[in-house]
C-alpha cells in the first residue's frame, strides 16, 4: 500500500483528489437503495478555490463510497454552485417529469449560484435518478439581490402540502423561510433572526421533523415540539472558527418557535460543520444526516497532499430527555453513527477485555491491534468511585492510541474525574501542521456528566470510530458526539491502544472493546 493511499480514510467520504468542503443535496434512493452525497467539489484544487460545483458520490451502506465525478458545475463556467439540497418530488409538482419517469427518483436539486457578488437560488432536475441534471429554464427561483443570501434546504411539510424552504442572509443573521406548491415559486414566510450564537455568519441551515423517543427507542407522539432548526455558524465558535448549533422548537409551515433560548451544539469537537439531512431515509422514522469533519480555522491547510477534507459518517438522530444534571433534565438531541446496518465493512479481530477491572496506576492494559488498515470501532465504559476522588490530584483514566508500540506519533484520550470531563490530545503527532498551526487546537474537551450514579458510583461511556485521521466520538448512548481530525506523520495506522490511570483504585473499567476493521 503507497503512502499517498494511506491518507484517505476507509469509511469517510473523501474525494479521489482536490477539495471537499459541505455535504450538499443529500437523499436516499428508495429505487435503487442507494445513498446519494453531493459536495462542494472542486477536483483541480487542494484549497478552496472557484469554480466550486457538487461533486458526487453513492453508496450502498453509507460506508464505502464510489466517487462519480461532478454532478453540477457553472453554466458557461461563470461563478460558483455553493451548498444546497435535493428534494424527490415525486408527485412531480415542479412538472418538470415526464409522468412516465419514476416517482422515487424525480430529483430535484436546490442551490446557490454565486455569481458576480450575487446569491441566488437555482433549481437543476436530473433524469437519469440524480447523476446529470439540467438546470431549468425559471432560473433563478428566488433572486433578492443580496450578496449573502445562500445555501437553501428545502423539504416537504405534509401538514401544509408544502415545499418549506430555509436559507440564511448570512451576515444579516437571518434564517428566512419560504413556501412553495411546485418549487418554483416561493413565498416569504417568516424570519428566523439573531438567535443563539450568532458568530459572524450564518450558513447551511436545515429544519426536520425529528421523532421523541423514549430510551426503549420507542416513538413519543404527544409533543409537538418534535422540529429541529440546525444553522451552521463561521467564524465565531466557541472552540474557534466553525460549529453547528440546533433549536428544537414547533413549526406550523410559517414560523419556527424554540423551545427555549439556549444555545445548543450538534457535536462538541472541533471538526463538524454544514451538517445537513437526507432527503427521505431506508426508514422513514429515521432522521439522517452527515457533515464536513473539518473547520475553516485550517481547513486549506490540513497536511493532506491528493485531497482535502473528509465528511462525517452517517448520523441517525433523535431526540430523548436527558438527565443534564442531577436536579434538570430536558429534550435534548441524541445523535448515533449508521454504520452497522447491513455494513461492507469486515470485523477483523474483535477484542474484548475482561469487565470490571479496577486499574493501578502504571499497570494498565496494553492492546496490540495488529490487523486494521487503519480502520478500528471501540466501546469504552468505565466507573469512579467518587468518594475517592482526591481534588489535589489529577484523577485521570487515558487511552493512548499508537503507531507502534515505541513511538511518539500518538493521541491520548481520557476522562479526568475532578472537572468531570473528557479530553483530547491531538498534538503528539510528529506531524509538522499539527504542531505548528496554532488553530488545530491541540488539546480539547468535552463536559460530561455520568448517565447512570449508583451508590457513590459514577458510570460513563464512549463509543469511538477511527478512520485513518478522523475520529468520531460518541459520549453516553449518543448524549453528546464530538468529531476530531488529527494527523500522524507518515499517515501510520494505530497499532497499539494503552489505557490506564493516572491513580490506584477510582476507575474500573466495565467494558472494553476494540474491533479492527477492514473494507
Ligand atoms: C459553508 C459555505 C457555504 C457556501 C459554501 C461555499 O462552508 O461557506 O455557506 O455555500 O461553503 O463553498
Redesign the pocket.
Known amino acids: 500500500m503507497t503512502s499517498q493511499s494511506l491518507e484517505h480514510p476507509l469509511i469517510h467520504l473523501t474525494p479521489p483528489c482536490g477539495w471537499l468542503?459541505?455535504p450538499n443535496g443529500l437523499w436516499y434512493d428508495a429505487k435503487d437503495e442507494i445513498w446519494h452525497c453531493y459536495f462542494?467539489n472542486n477536483p483541480n484544487s487542494t484549497v478552496?478555490k472557484q469554480p466550486?460545483c457538487w461533486g458526487h458520490s453513492v453508496s450502498r451502506d453509507g460506508t464505502v463510497w464510489d466517487y462519480k465525478g461532478l454532478a453540477l458545475l457553472p453554466q458557461h463556467n461563470e461563478g460558483?454552485v455553493?451548498?444546497?439540497s435535493v428534494v424527490v418530488d415525486s408527485m412531480n409538482t415542479s412538472k418538470l417529469f415526464d409522468e412516465a419517469f419514476d416517482p422515487r427518483q424525480r430529483v430535484v436539486a436546490i442551490w446557490?449560484q454565486?455569481l458576480d457578488g450575487i446569491q441566488r437560488q437555482m433549481i437543476s432536475y436530473s433524469v437519469d435518478g440524480g447523476y446529470n441534471f439540467k438546470e431549468c429554464s425559471q432560473n433563478p427561483v428566488l433572486d433578492v439581490n443580496q450578496s449573502n443570501f445562500?445555501?437553501p434546504k428545502v423539504i416537504w411539510h405534509k401538514e401544509t402540502e408544502r415545499w418549506i424552504m430555509v436559507v440564511?442572509l448570512?451576515q444579516k443573521f437571518e434564517i428566512s423561510i419560504y413556501s412553495s406548491a411546485d418549487l418554483l415559486h416561493w413565498k416569504y414566510e417568516s424570519g428566523f433572526a439573531l438567535r443563539g450564537l450568532k458568530g459572524l455568519?450564518y450558513?447551511?441551515p436545515g429544519l426536520v421533523k425529528i421523532p421523541i423517543l423514549n430510551t426503549k427507542g420507542q416513538e413519543i407522539k404527544n409533543s409537538e415540539e418534535n422540529w429541529l432548526l440546525y444553522i451552521?455558524i463561521?467564524p465565531g465558535a466557541p472552540q474557534g472558527g466553525?460549529a453547528t448549533e440546533y433549536f428544537i422548537g414547533k413549526f406550523d409551515g410559517k414560523v419556527f418557535q424554540p423551545t427555549d433560548n439556549q444555545v445548543r451544539f450538534m457535536d462538541l469537537g472541533k471538526d463538524f460543520?454544514?451538517f445537513q439531512t437526507f432527503f427521505n431515509s431506508p426508514d422513514e422514522k429515521n432522521v439522517v444526516g452527515m457533515a464536513?469533519a473539518s473547520n475553516?480555522q485550517y481547513a486549506n491547510q490540513i497536511p493532506t497532499t491528493q485531497y482535502k477534507s473528509c465528511l462525517t459518517m452517517l448520523r441517525k438522530l433523535h431526540l430523548q430527555k436527558l438527565q443534564v444534571t442531577p436536579e434538570y433534565s430536558e429534550i435534548s438531541l441524541f445523535s448515533t453513527p449508521l454504520w452497522n446496518e447491513g455494513s461492507l465493512v469486515n470485523l477483523v479481530a474483535p477484542k474484548t477485555i475482561t469487565p470490571n477491572l479496577p486499574l493501578m496506576s502504571r499497570h494498565g492494559l496494553k492492546i496490540h491491534l495488529d490487523r486494521s488498515e487503519g480502520l478500528l470501532e471501540f466501546t469504552w465504559e468505565w466507573s469512579t468511585e467518587d468518594m475517592m476522588v482526591s481534588k489535589a490530584e489529577f484523577c485521570g483514566i487515558t487511552m493512548l492510541l499508537k503507531d507502534e508500540e515505541c513511538s511518539n506519533n500518538f493521541l491520548s484520550l481520557g476522562f479526568e474525574a475532578n472537572c468531570n470531563s473528557f479530553f483530547l490530545d491531538r498534538g503528539n503527532t510528529g506531524s509538522h501542521f499539527a504542531q505548528t498551526n496554532p488553530f488545530f487546537t491541540r488539546n480539547l474537551s468535552v463536559d460530561l456528566m455520568p448517565y447512570k450514579v449508583s451508590q457513590g458510583t459514577s458510570f460513563y461511556k464512549v463509543h469511538g470510530i477511527l478512520d485513518r485521521n478522523i475520529l468520531e466520538l460518541y459520549f453516553n448512548e449518543g448524549a453528546l458526539a464530538a468529531t476530531y481530525a488529527f494527523f500522524f506523520k507518515d499517515n501510520c495506522p494505530i497499532r497499539w491502544a494503552y489505557v490506564d490511570s493516572s491513580v490506584n483504585g477510582i476507575f474500573k473499567i466495565k467494558e472494553l472493546h476494540f474491533t479492527e476493521l477492514a473494507t
Open positions: 468542503n459541505d462542494q478552496w466550486i460558483s455553493f451548498s444546497g446557490t454565486d445562500r445555501d440564511a448570512s455568519q450558513e447551511c451552521s463561521n466553525s460543520y454544514a464536513w475553516w
